[in-house]
């Protein structure tokens, strides 16, 4: 073989190499882009999603990557609530809109063209999801942010990573066999919980009790530090939702507090030796 067709074959290996690269690199990035291909959720799988975020007529449900469009479907004729999806493939949305004409519940139920990271979440109450890991990472920030506390996230099979689920459930699900060679399935379940990292005022009316707290957060862990408080400890820091609850010890003495997360603001009542009073705590200005 001459050394002109040495070179020639080389080259023409490096160009399949690079080929090849090039196409695993754009499918990488269509994954990223799309959460990967389309495949469908079993009916079974959406009534136990649903069920598992406690779906109500009251309910705004966003789904995220919403094929079909089979869970807003199933939430709006089910359980009477209202909600959108969002998909990035047009023919898939089209199919959704037209189911919803025709079962008579296009006021409540609408499908939108729309990738999953310009979407506002905002208004939704419950988000549902079934997208790879690599999405599921990508969208977590976003979905921390943009809910407000108290909502719920529901996802099929697949989860945030540190950020655990509050709840799962597992079971039975033998026609997944043919979808990914497994018969069952997984639901994840979060509540969004209120913002409450940084320092806060607390005074406990009606006593001289007055407590300087700063709060540390990442996503549902809450730790919390008392200021200038010299022999008095805080533990047992909760967050769900805008339900909070911690402890503050003197001693042996545990004093329980509960209350709301208001934005800026919180109010409660607490456990004194037997007594109820009424706390309320102001965020401290930067």
Do not use: C
Request: aromatic share 6%.
């Amino acid at each position: 073989m001459s050394i002109r067709a040495v070179i020639q074959i080389l080259a023409a290996a490096l160009m399949l190499n690079v080929f090849a690269q090039t196409s695993v690199l754009a499918q990488t990035r269509e994954i990223e882009r799309t959460g990967g291909p389309y495949v469908p959720t079993p009916q079974v799988v959406v009534d136990q999603m649903l069920r598992f975020g406690g779906v109500s007529a009251s309910d705004y449900v966003m789904d995220l990557g919403s094929g079909d469009g089979v869970i807003v479907l199933t939430a709006v004729r089910q359980m009477k609530a209202s909600g959108v999806g969002i998909e990035i493939d047009p023919e898939l949305v089209k199919l959704a809109n037209s189911e919803a004409k025709k079962l008579g519940i296009s006021e409540r139920a609408s499908f939108q063209v729309m990738d999953v990271f310009k979407a506002d979440l905002s208004r939704a109450t419950v988000v549902t999801l079934y997208l790879l890991p690599g999405m599921m990472m990508n969208l977590r920030n976003k979905i921390y942010d943009e809910l407000r506390p108290g909502a719920r996230v529901v996802s099929h099979d697949y989860h945030f990573g540190d950020w655990q689920a509050e709840d799962r459930l597992t079971f039975d699900v033998p026609e997944k066999e043919k979808i990914n060679g497994v018969p069952s399935a997984t639901l994840y379940l979060w509540t969004i919980p209120a913002k409450v990292g940084g320092r806060w005022h607390i005074r406990v009316d009606g006593t001289a009790q007055q407590h300087d707290v700063d709060l540390s957060q990442n996503f549902h862990i809450v730790n919390g530090t008392l200021l200038n408080a010299s022999g008095l400890g805080l533990t047992d820091v909760s967050v769900k939702g805008e339900d909070i609850t911690f402890s503050i010890w003197n001693g042996s003495v545990r004093h329980h507090y509960r209350g709301k997360v208001r934005g800026g603001a919180m109010s409660g009542m607490v456990n004194l030796n037997g007594r109820e009073a009424r706390w309320q705590a102001a965020r401290a200005s930067k």
